[in-house]
């Protein structure tokens, strides 16, 4: 009890601190002498959000964080609503105090601005998984395909389900932008779902259970794929991105690999083949569906300085290999980590592939 109620303390006494820094500018500054001289003001409402805003005391506020007394009826969401924008800012909240659910009476702190952008501790740096996924279904006589880049649906429904089930948040692809810049912070488990190729199955079974579970997730594709035997059409594209869960991004355009040249193959030939795969599925996918495409998986997982220049060049902002592992704040923006999910793992093999933090080792 002694360890939980030091734990609790620690991020208070450091908001009590600052609060008190704050106290003492006030006072000089506006010579009232009232109260501690902290300003209490509340923060603007939420459109829409009126009616579950949390409706407790701010005890004190500066412009980096305010110390709030919950009400028995409010929940992180709520004040999330109340100070930071909405309520999917509630893990903001619960990340800093480390509790799950406000506990009405005792105090907790509400950061206003990004604490730690970088997810640096003590113990080690956050990383962000980012898991890769191909197709979905089971090897049959009949459909004469599987092995281990085909997850079954069932398989692929347990591991959302624990995701879900512990408190992990599944973040968007893009979002790792700001984290990289050290501008945002992330929730302390972050992982992003990304699916490669863009086989039918991914609309067939991924879909029902990214909406079961409101999970966003990246869907790379090549273009030259698309409408293929056993590949998405446009129009499940369209229906894939319309759902508002699924972001349509570049695989390039043929599927080779990059890094492969031809015997003899001149420079300048080579950068235009590059080119061509990199600018084609940009201009293609943008023609097709609404929003931008600045993100891009490696065929193979493989590039050069020369991929990467080319990319640089495309105005892509993000780029995935398959070298697993997770994503520190320093993880160079075109060379992502990416962990492959294969159709033989259990949950068990799933749970080990979460990468989300890694301690700092002495060189």
């Known amino acids: 009890m002694r360890t939980l109620a030091?734990?609790?303390?620690?991020?208070?006494?450091?908001?009590?601190?600052?609060?008190?820094?704050?106290?003492?500018t006030t006072v000089q500054q506006a010579g009232d002498g009232a109260g501690t001289g902290i300003e209490s003001r509340p923060a603007a409402p939420v459109a829409g959000a009126a009616a579950s805003l949390a409706a407790g005391d701010v005890l004190g506020r500066n412009e980096r964080m305010l110390i709030y007394n919950p009400k028995p009826e409010d929940t992180l969401g709520s004040i999330a609503a109340r100070f930071l924008g909405g309520p999917d800012e509630a893990w903001v909240i619960g990340d800093f105090n480390g509790i799950s659910k406000p506990e009405a009476g005792q105090p907790l702190v509400v950061p206003l601005k990004p604490l730690n952008?970088?997810?640096v501790s003590a113990d080690g740096v956050q990383t962000v998984p980012i898991l890769c996924y191909h197709r979905f279904g089971t090897s049959t006589a009949t459909t004469g395909w599987g092995g281990k880049m085909t997850v079954s649906p069932s398989n692929f429904a347990a591991q959302l389900d624990w995701l879900a089930r512990n408190d992990y948040h599944v973040i968007r692809l893009a979002q790792l932008q700001a984290f990289l810049d050290g501008k945002q912070a992330l929730p302390k488990r972050s992982v992003v779902i990304t699916f490669d190729d863009g086989y039918?199955?991914?609309?067939?079974?991924?879909?029902?259970?990214?909406r079961k579970y409101n999970f966003p997730a990246t869907l790379?594709?090549?273009t030259d794929f698309i409408g293929a035997g056993d590949a998405l059409s446009w129009a499940q594209l369209q229906e894939l991105s319309a759902s508002g869960l699924v972001s349509v991004q570049?695989?390039?355009?043929?599927?080779?690999?990059?890094?492969?040249?031809?015997?003899g193959e001149p420079d300048d030939r080579y950068r235009q083949m590059l080119e061509l795969?990199?600018?084609?599925?940009?201009?293609a996918i943008e023609r097709k569906l609404p929003g931008s495409v600045r993100q891009y998986a490696y065929p193979y997982g493989d590039a050069n300085e020369?991929?990467?220049?080319?990319?640089?060049?495309?105005q892509y902002q993000l780029a995935v290999t398959v070298n697993p592992g997770g994503n520190a704040f320093y993880a160079q923006p075109l060379m992502l980590r990416r962990t492959m999910i294969y159709g033989d793992h259990d949950l068990e093999a799933f749970k080990a592939r979460l990468q989300t933090s890694r301690a700092i080792v002495a060189p």
């Open 306 to 314: 020369m991929v990467l220049d080319v990319l640089a060049r495309q």
């Open 277 to 283: 795969e990199a600018r084609a599925p940009r201009e």
């Open 6 to 24: 030091r734990a609790r303390l620690a991020p208070f006494a450091l908001c009590l601190s600052l609060l008190l820094l704050q106290a003492c």
């Open 250 to 263: 570049a695989h390039s355009k043929t599927h080779r690999n990059l890094i492969e040249r031809t015997t």
């Open 220 to 222: 790379f594709v090549y």
């Open 200 to 210: 039918e199955t991914v609309y067939r079974h991924a879909l029902p259970l990214l």
């Open 117 to 119: 952008p970088a997810g």
